[in-house]
Nanobody
Framework: QVHLVESGGGSVQAGGSLRLSCAAS?????????MGWFRQAQGMQREGVAH???????TYEDSVKGRFTISKDNNKNTLYLQMNSLKAEDSAMYYC??????????????????????WGQGTQVTVSS
């Protein structure tokens, strides 16, 4: 069974930076997994922030483009989210998540499942203006 544990959250002033980490344990399949970062501010719905597929291709929610960078270190089974130029509206609980990757024989490639099924407990990020 795979477990995800986030770390790196904290309090920072607007304009500052934080790097979140998500350590995966319990499976050697991390290298192929599609991973993502989500956040949920108080009273708000959870939203996807950044996603990375098995090939390292990344996508971002519009409000974080150019400021956040998602990356994976397969040797360390760790997912990262580098957050720069933080704004007060970035304050939220941040979660890492994983989804199954499947092989498509017709095109000989790997693709991400639609749903995230593996979740960490979250790490709080608070940005003061």
């Amino acid at each position: 069974q795979v477990h995800l544990v986030e770390s790196g959250g904290g309090s920072v002033q607007a304009g500052g930076s934080l790097r979140l980490s998500c350590a995966a344990s319990g499976s050697s399949a991390f290298t192929r997994r599609c991973m993502g970062w989500f956040r949920q501010a108080q009273g708000m719905q959870r939203e996807g922030v950044a996603h990375i597929d098995t090939y390292g291709n990344a996508t971002y929610e519009d409000s974080v483009k150019g400021r956040f960078t998602i990356s994976k270190d397969n040797n360390k089974n760790t997912l990262y989210l580098q957050m720069n130029s933080l704004k007060a509206e970035d304050s939220a609980m941040y979660y890492c998540a994983g989804r199954v990757v499947r092989y498509r024989s017709a095109s000989h490639d790997w693709y991400c499942d639609d749903d995230y099924t593996l979740w960490g407990q979250g790490t709080q990020v608070t940005v003061s203006s």
